[in-house]
């Protein structure tokens, strides 16, 4: 019986996984996903800056301190420094 109520805890605990997962892709999408994705993340610690308050040329400095501790996969780090460099 105890094997059953973990098995039950751990299917539950991955299907919340897989539906957070697609719920935040989803809420990202669109023409002006970027800037939601920066806003959302880098607002967890602090109010974002507006990407002209930096040049193209600063904001990747920028983002080699504060990508691993917002813990930006890889592929975050570009799309928000895709949208902070885009002019």
């Given at each position: ?28 999408d ?22 002209e ?10 983002l ?24």
């Open positions: 019986m105890r094997h059953i109520a973990t098995f039950a805890r751990l299917a539950f605990a991955l299907l919340a996984a897989v539906l957070l997962v697609a719920c935040a892709s989803q809420r990202f669109g023409p002006d996903g970027d800037r939601r994705f920066y806003e959302a993340r880098c607002g967890v610690c602090h109010v974002p800056r507006p990407r308050d930096f040049t193209a040329a600063e904001w990747p400095r920028i080699d301190v504060m990508a691993p501790r917002a813990g930006l996969t890889g592929m975050q780090r570009e799309r928000v420094s895709a949208y902070l460099t885009a002019r």
